[in-house]
Nanobody, 122 residues
Framework: QKHLAESGGGLVQPGGSLRLSCAASGFSLVNSAIAWFRQTPGKEREFVAGIARNGLSTLYKNSVKGRFTISRDDARTTLYLLMATLKPEDTAVYYC???????????????WGQGTRVTVSS
């Protein structure tokens, strides 16, 4: 059974850092587009960062460029999102996703984790 599980969320002060992890079980991340999305109440899920299927290119939401870094481990079973210089507007539930095409559209991703909450507040 294919499953994604996020961890690493929590409460952090503005300017702080967090690293989110997403463990894949039942399938490999090789040859898959992988991404992080986030969602706040009343808003649509939005793309944050992604890695293309070939693993060679990354894409970031403009507001997180230079602050967030997406990566995956050599075994291709875990996805990470390192978030630095966090701002209150980064507060959201963060989801990892796996799909066939490396787009910014949530509908193009087939598998989703349950989400991990990140709260940036003093």
């Amino acid at each position: 059974q294919k499953h994604l599980a996020e961890s690493g969320g929590g409460l952090v002060q503005p300017g702080g850092s967090l690293r989110l992890s997403c463990a894949a079980s039942g399938f490999s991340l090789v040859n898959s587009a992988i991404a992080w999305f986030r969602q706040t109440p009343g808003k649509e899920r939005e793309f944050v960062a992604g890695i293309a299927r070939n693993g060679l290119s990354t894409l970031y939401k403009n507001s997180v460029k230079g602050r967030f870094t997406i990566s995956r481990d050599d075994a291709r079973t875990t996805l990470y999102l390192l978030m630095a210089t966090l701002k209150p507007e980064d507060t959201a539930v963060y989801y990892c996703a796996v799909g066939r095409a490396g787009t910014t559209r949530a509908n193009d991703y087939d598998y989703w984790g349950q989400g991990t909450r990140v709260t940036v507040s003093s």
